[in-house]
């Protein structure tokens, strides 16, 4: 079993259209990170939320941690082609006894927004 | 804004021999990383790095992989006898400070690694 569980795997929308795509887990975490990957890229962060039932937002974006710290959603109002790309969490490995740089990555949600 | 780079972009190498991945990390970051992404899975850690020796690694990082930062501005990977399954993109990364919340990671933009 995955430590991250992320869904939907893959989401095909039209533009204009709201989505919202999540990152679930059986344990607690500190924080936990949202990546953008578009192909042929690495990650690049979006957004770290760190207290329980935080809500950030990114303008179309708004990133939201479960009031538990085990689960996260990441909302898209007003999808663009722009925001197509493989949407990633990540936990710092330092809550299983590693170093705080070492990331746990989810499988991703890959988004494609149609024209 | 500053950086990751790694070159190759793409490396193509024959089962058994040696590949060498480089990055130039971000001039003023001290921690430094390789992950890598087999296609269609997660994106994995296998190393940290922290004035110049190994701060942690995972299980993946064994002895066919070591890392090193022969001057001031390059961390390279070096795979010893590339094996198929070591086909993946990698990726660079480097922090400022331990990847904490206030000191995140920079990726590069990956070197695809293909052994034949």
């Known amino acids: 079993t995955q430590l991250l569980e992320q869904s939907p795997q893959f989401l095909s929308i039209q533009e204009g259209e709201n989505l919202t795509v999540y990152c679930n887990s059986s344990s607690v975490f500190s924080s936990l990170q949202w990546y953008r990957q578009e192909p042929g890229e690495g990650p690049v962060l979006l957004v770290t939320?760190?207290?329980?039932?935080e809500v950030k937002k990114l303008k179309r974006l708004t990133f939201q941690f479960g009031d538990a710290r085990k689960d996260s959603s990441l909302h898209i109002t007003a999808a663009q082609p722009g925001d197509t790309g493989l949407y990633l969490c990540a936990v710092k490995r330092e809550n299983y006894g590693g170093s705080q740089g070492n990331l746990i990555f989810g499988k991703g949600t890959k988004l494609s927004v149609k024209p | 804004e500053p950086e990751v780079t790694q070159t190759p972009s793409h490396q193509v190498t024959q089962m058994g021999q040696e590949v060498i991945l480089r990055c130039v990390p971000i001039s003023n970051h001290l921690y430094f990383y390789w992950y890598r992404q087999i296609l269609g899975q997660k994106v994995e850690f296998l190393v940290s790095f922290y004035n110049n020796e190994i701060s942690e690694k995972s299980e993946i990082f064994d002895d066919q992989f070591s890392v090193e930062r022969p001057d001031g501005s390059n961390f390279t990977l070096k795979i010893r006898s590339t094996k198929l399954e070591d086909s993946a993109m990698y990726f660079c990364?480097?922090?400022?400070?331990?990847?904490?919340?206030?000191?995140?990671?920079?990726f590069g933009n990956g070197t695809r690694l293909t052994v034949t």
């Open positions: 990364a480097s922090s400022p400070n331990r990847g904490t919340v206030n000191s995140p990671l920079h």
């Open positions: 939320v760190v207290t329980g039932g």
